[in-house]
């Protein structure tokens, strides 16, 4: 993964952790949450607190949740406003990052203000403590997420305006001694906190009609599309069980899994936007032949930019053996695009079975209608059809880190290049895949 840091396309737009004050927050926080305190001097975090350097340390990516498979419990820590807009690495939830962004934009200036004196943590959650099977999912309607201090500041303030409001609308409250006794200790403790932007109000996100979740080893849902019935997609082998006791579930590994998403009008083929971008299908052909290339053995150290047309060429004939059809479907299709025929007639003509749907499947209208189920749907592509590395990297970055690590020092080198080549990482680039 270093040259991924060097390049900048991992550990990109964190903050860094080194004074013992935020060391000693961020431990705090931790506790609060019911995890073992780090004992690092000094790590970076991401915009909802996720740590590399931590993860590492524990031995465990996903350590801000309660279970890895089935928790419907999910937690975060801001110590810092510069936290606002950052990436959000290791998302649980395809909707993470918006509900970030959702909590900066109603609470930035109590986030700026608490921060000051104390570290905020965040308790993610849904109607359900614990998911018992993935059907749970389908009862997902709301995400609210709670914020709390670790120097008690928003339930202080929350408690001075209370003692304040009794005392001017009651009638002799003054008289109670024990009434008097609880606004001066409060004052002595925190201070006048009457004026200061210090109660953040629960968020509460809703954008969650399709989403992916981490759960049960990974599980898409979709709603609101052309039939009345939900759509589940499992990731997981484990869970292949879920496949046949809940309604609704297919497989990812389902060979009929792309006519279901065209059928229920999640995707679409777009073969109109691919004649007027052949550029980009043409830049794709180019990435699966890459893909075939490096999973030749003896080509573990090669160059694959380093390759004129004419040697790439040269290449695919000695392969004939190895070369899947897909490639020769896109071949087809690039070369169909460019005359006059029209697009039913050639969507006829295509051939799912050589796995050239996932391939040139983008978001439908109906799907582009959600921000947050068109995020989603892009997820599912890059994870259907893997060989297109700028989508991966784009919209399933965790997959992307994953496979990364499996790849040759060959494949490694020519990937970063290939994305530092089409301009990543960018300004905008959020960094978390969505």
Same mark, same amino acid.
């Given at each position: 993964?270093?040259?991924?840091?060097?390049?900048?396309?991992?550990?990109?737009?964190?903050?860094?952790?080194?004074?013992?004050?935020?060391?000693?927050?961020?431990?705090?926080?931790?506790?609060?949450?019911?995890?073992?305190?780090?004992?690092?001097?000094?790590?970076?975090? &991401?915009?909802?607190?996720?740590?590399?350097?931590?993860?590492?340390?524990?031995?465990?990516?996903?350590?801000?949740?309660?279970?890895?498979?089935?928790?419907?419990?999910?937690?975060?820590?801001?110590?810092?406003?510069?936290?606002?807009?950052?990436?959000?690495?290791?998302?649980?939830?395809?909707?993470?990052?918006?509900?970030?962004?959702?909590?900066?934009?109603?609470?930035?200036?109590?986030?700026?203000?608490?921060?000051?004196?104390?570290?905020?943590?965040?308790?993610?959650?849904?109607?359900? /403590?614990?998911?018992?099977?993935?059907?749970?999912?389908?009862?997902?309607?709301?995400?609210?997420?709670?914020?709390? &201090?670790?120097?008690?500041?928003?339930?202080?303030?929350?408690?001075?305006?209370? /003692?304040?409001?009794?005392?001017?609308?009651?009638?002799?409250?003054?008289?109670?001694?024990?009434?008097?006794?609880?606004?001066?200790?409060?004052?002595? /403790?925190?201070?006048?906190?009457?004026?200061?932007?210090?109660?953040?109000?629960?968020?509460?996100?809703?954008?969650?009609?399709?989403?992916?979740?981490?759960?049960?080893?990974?599980?898409?849902?979709?709603?609101?599309?052309?039939?009345?019935?939900?759509?589940?997609?499992?990731?997981?082998?484990?869970?292949?069980?879920?496949?046949?006791?809940?309604?609704?579930?297919?497989?990812?590994?389902?060979?009929?899994?792309?006519?279901?998403?065209?059928?229920?009008?999640?995707?679409?083929?777009?073969?109109?936007?691919?004649?007027?971008?052949?550029?980009?299908?043409?830049? /794709?052909?180019?990435?699966?032949?890459?893909?075939?290339?490096?999973?030749?053995?003896?080509?573990?150290?090669?160059?694959?930019?380093?390759?004129?047309?004419?040697?790439?060429?040269?290449?695919?004939?000695?392969?004939?053996?190895?070369?899947?059809?897909?490639?020769?479907?896109?071949?087809?299709?690039?070369?169909?695009?460019?005359?006059?025929?029209?697009?039913?007639?050639?969507?006829?003509?295509?051939?799912?079975?050589?796995?050239?749907?996932?391939?040139?499947?983008?978001?439908?209208?109906?799907?582009?209608?959600?921000?947050?189920?068109?995020?989603?749907?892009?997820?599912?592509?890059?994870?259907?059809?893997?060989? &297109?590395?700028?989508?991966?990297?784009?919209?399933?970055?965790?997959?992307?880190? &994953?496979?990364?690590?499996?790849?040759?020092?060959?494949?490694?080198?020519?990937?970063?290049?290939?994305?530092?080549?089409?301009?990543?990482?960018?300004?905008?680039?959020?960094?978390?895949?969505?």
């Amino acid at each position: 993964m270093q040259k991924l840091v060097e390049s900048g396309l991992f550990g990109n737009g964190l903050v860094h952790v080194d004074s013992p004050t935020l060391v000693k927050r961020y431990n705090d926080c931790l506790k609060a949450i019911g995890i073992e305190p780090t004992n690092l001097k000094e790590f970076k975090i &991401d915009g909802i607190g996720w740590s590399p350097e931590v993860s590492k340390e524990k031995d465990r990516i996903k350590y801000f949740s309660c279970n890895d498979l089935q928790t419907a419990s999910q937690f975060g820590i801001i110590l810092t406003p510069d936290q606002s807009g950052l990436p959000v690495y290791t998302p649980f939830n395809s909707f993470d990052r918006a509900v970030m962004a959702k909590l900066f934009r109603n609470s930035g200036k109590q986030i700026a203000e608490l921060t000051q004196r104390s570290a905020l943590w965040l308790d993610f959650t849904q109607d359900l /403590l614990e998911f018992s099977s993935p059907s749970d999912l389908f009862m997902i309607e709301e995400v609210v997420v709670r914020v709390s &201090d670790t120097k008690g500041l928003i339930q202080a303030a929350q408690n001075q305006r209370d /003692l304040v409001k009794r005392f001017r609308e009651g009638n002799n409250v003054w008289l109670d001694g024990s009434e008097r006794a609880k606004i001066i200790e409060s004052a002595k /403790l925190h201070g006048d906190l009457r004026f200061k932007p210090l109660i953040i109000q629960d968020i509460h996100f809703n954008d969650v009609r399709s989403f992916y979740t981490r759960a049960f080893g990974g599980t898409y849902i979709f709603r609101d599309f052309s039939s009345d019935r939900p759509l589940m997609i499992i990731e997981s082998e484990k869970c292949e069980k879920t496949v046949a006791d809940v309604e609704f579930a297919k497989s990812i590994s389902d060979p009929g899994l792309s006519e279901i998403l065209l059928k229920e009008d999640i995707t679409d083929l777009s073969l109109g936007w691919h004649k007027r971008h052949l550029v980009e299908l043409e830049e /794709l052909q180019d990435l699966i032949i890459a893909d075939c290339f490096y999973q030749q053995p003896e080509n573990a150290e090669a160059d694959f930019a380093s390759l004129t047309s004419a040697c790439k060429k040269q290449w695919i004939a000695r392969s004939n053996g190895s070369i899947p059809p897909l490639l020769g479907e896109i071949s087809r299709l690039i070369a169909t695009l460019r005359k006059d025929e029209p697009i039913k007639k050639i969507s006829v003509s295509l051939k799912n079975n050589s796995g050239i749907y996932p391939v040139i499947m983008r978001p439908s209208k109906e799907a582009e209608k959600s921000e947050q189920t068109t995020k989603v749907v892009w997820q599912l592509l890059a994870r259907l059809a893997p060989h &297109d590395i700028e989508r991966l990297y784009l919209f399933n970055r965790i997959l992307f880190y &994953d496979l990364y690590r499996s790849w040759s020092e060959g494949k490694k080198k020519w990937a970063i290049a290939y994305l530092k080549k089409r301009g990543h990482p960018r300004a905008n680039n959020n960094g978390d895949g969505h």
